[in-house]
């Protein structure tokens, strides 16, 4: 019996909503809506429906999924679009999920307090997506208009199942939608077609997810876990060792044997070599014999745990049956193993500062540098982030020691360590604590002691989606060498300013105060100069069909200055066309502007459209502007002179 059940048992209701699990989150929708309880069916059902999705949306992002186009966050971005297409039917046309979520926080805060710690985190996604859902079913809304447009225009009386898909999966257009859009019309629905479009859709989907587990080797590694063989990781201990050839693979098929030149695929019984996953990169190295040597260049592991080396024999021939030494290039495992634990740190610290809501939502673990995406709903300032990078290095300077312990799954969870909700994990899992201060599940490679990382470096943080951050760093050798060149590169702005390398940024920003009042003067001094300079141009005015033409050749360097003073003259001239022309770095830049008086009779981008040609290039724009450039100096002025021919001969 589930919790909500023994609610209603226990509280002598007769459903799950009536119960103080659903009641507060239901009141709160009847008061953003205005509907009370059995006002009819129909909103009786929209409100439950909304708070039951509310719970769900609450926890799942509250675990770390966020909403995307594919598995877990496809599913979470299906239940909030639902919730807002029945919340419509309540008169809700506003963002409203947010807060009924917020409540499913407060009512739950005592069983789950995470949720109350992270609830302006999952009303920040929320509110997001359902924004971005508002303006979809608007954009949605003109496609199918469009769509029944065209169809009615055919003589279609149905409406195309794979339109119907389309509308349901892209737009979030329920069958029923649709249904009463087309009603009026006097159309079907092909709902044979629909499920059948849907139904491609969902294999689609499940193949693009099954297609993360691992590496998509095909048959020839298939062949060896129908036998039950996997490949056995000496790795966390050593980084060299001795093996025995199982299996090559050139181009896709097996192969005894492999030569000089030979890109090919091998499989060892065993190997120190780390395959990518969880973030970190596949090691590299050399595999050698007794008549060849191998360099490799990635390694990776398909889901059945087999271990595949990539890369080319340099020298010799390889069998199959072979005894071979495999040694890992130390040197980068090492740095690799550096930036791994860095992220263990950074992980741990984002959490002590930002707040218990942070989640690992993806990560990259190189030799040269470490990526941490992360749940956050803003951008991280200067001082945080300097926060958290010292957080990070007192943590590297008391050189804690790195303990891995593998155990049982359930016991790693009963211990309280972090696990990242879209990982699947065996029944043995490893364990990297560090101190009181971390602990998570990983199957990756670490250093023995947090001082090994040397130094911790951020140098970029932003955002890789809604409510997600990123932050890139460096560690190591790397981090040294990036703080060197950035010192290196103030002293040389320093001797540069001769200044001393503490009052750099003063002398800049009082250099750009100054820059920025020369740029006020100038533009007064060139309003003064259009002003001035219009003044003769517009005794050039032409009259032609009755308005106003100027087309004129001016002396201006750039597009933006010949837009502004065709700009400039259009406002003075009230009614008319201009039409500018310039040289500049020898090529031609063309401008045509139009009084809104004037734009349902002549438009800026067709004047343009035909004088572009002669000056050897192409342009076009808007009604009231447009643009054109060529490499053609010579022809400006027969295409200046061709401006009142063109607008003489215009429709009427």
């Not at 470096?457 to 989606?465: A, N, R, T």
């Not at 459209?609 to 490499?631: E, N």
Request: proline share 3%.
């Amino acid at each position: 019996m589930g919790l909500e059940r023994m609610a209603a048992v226990t509280q002598g209701v007769t459903s799950n909503y009536e119960t103080d699990l659903f009641r507060p989150i239901m009141t709160e929708i009847e008061k953003l809506s205005g509907y009370s309880p059995g006002k009819s069916p129909q909103s009786d059902l929209s409100i439950k429906v909304v708070a039951d999705h509310s719970r769900a949306a609450a926890f799942l992002i509250g675990d770390g999924v966020l909403p995307s186009n594919e598995g877990r966050g496809y599913v979470l971005r299906r239940i909030i679009r639902r919730a807002v297409r029945y919340g419509r039917t309540l008169g809700l046309k506003k963002p409203f999920l947010y807060q009924t979520a917020g409540k499913v926080a407060r009512v739950m805060e005592t069983a789950y307090p995470e949720l109350l710690d992270a609830e302006a985190y999952i009303k920040n996604i929320i509110k997001n997506e359902e924004e971005r859902f508002f303006t979809t079913l608007d954009t949605g809304l003109r496609v199918l208009e469009d769509a029944l447009e065209g169809l009615q225009a055919s003589g279609a009386s149905e409406v195309p199942g794979n339109l119907i898909c389309r509308m349901y999966d892209t737009y979030g257009f329920p069958v029923d939608i649709i249904h009463d859009i087309v009603r009026d019309e006097r159309m079907s629905l092909d709902m044979t077609g629909f499920h059948e479009a849907m139904e491609q859709q969902r294999l689609r989907s499940r193949s693009a997810w099954a297609g993360k587990a691992g590496y998509d080797a095909g048959q020839p590694y298939n062949r060896l876990s129908a036998r039950g063989i996997k490949t056995r990781f000496l790795g966390y201990d050593q980084t060299s060792a001795q093996a025995r050839v199982l299996l090559l693979v050139r181009n896709g098929t097996v192969v005894e044997r492999a030569t000089e030149g030979d890109s090919i695929e091998l499989v060892s019984d065993s190997t120190p070599f780390y395959a990518e996953a969880g973030g970190q990169v596949g090691d590299q190295g050399r595999i050698t014999g007794a008549d060849f040597d191998m360099e490799i260049y990635d390694t990776v592991r398909t889901p059945n745990d087999i271990i595949i080396h990539k890369g080319t024999v340099s020298r010799g021939s390889i069998s199959t049956g072979e005894t071979i030494n495999l040694m890992v290039d130390r040197e980068r495992r090492l740095s690799t193993a550096r930036n791994h634990t860095a992220t263990h740190l950074l992980h741990a610290v984002l959490r002590e500062i930002l707040g218990k809501h942070v989640k690992q939502a993806g990560s990259l673990v190189r030799p040269d540098r470490l990526r941490f995406d992360f749940t956050h709903f803003s951008a991280l300032d200067t001082d945080t982030l300097c926060k958290i990078e010292n957080r990070v290095n007192e943590k590297i300077i008391q050189n804690t020691p790195v303990h891995i312990e593998e155990m049982a799954a359930d016991d790693a969870f009963k211990t309280g360590a972090t696990a990242l909700f879209e990982e699947k994990y065996g029944e043995r899992v490893r364990v990297v604590t560090i101190g009181d201060f971390s602990k998570e599940l990983c199957g990756g490679t670490h250093t023995e002691r947090t001082g090994n990382i040397g130094l911790f470096k951020i140098v970029g943080e932003g955002s890789v989606g809604a409510g997600v951050r990123r932050i890139e760093a460096l560690t190591g050798k790397a981090a040294v060498a990036y703080t060197q060149n950035t010192s290196n590169l103030l002293q040389s702005v320093a001797e540069t300013l001769n200044v001393k390398a503490e009052e750099v940024a003063d002398r800049v920003r009082k250099i750009v105060s100054e820059h920025r009042k020369i740029e006020k003067e100038l533009s007064v001094l060139k309003a003064r100069a259009w002003s001035e300079a219009s003044d003769r141009l517009l005794s050039e005015i032409r009259t032609v069909n009755g308005i106003s033409v100027l087309a004129r050749e001016v002396p201006v360097e750039t597009p933006a200055a010949l837009r502004d003073l065709a700009d400039h003259l259009k406002a003075k001239m009230k009614s008319g066309i201009v039409v500018l022309g310039s040289r500049a770095s020898g090529k031609v830049m063309l401008v045509a502007v139009v009084t809104n008086d004037h734009i349902k009779r002549y438009h800026a981008g067709k004047i343009v459209k035909q004088l572009a040609p002669i000056v050897g290039g192409g342009g076009g724009g808007r009604p009231d502007m447009a643009q054109a450039g060529g490499t053609n100096c010579e022809k400006l002025p027969e295409a200046l002179a061709a401006v009142y021919d063109i607008v003489s001969t215009m429709p009427t």
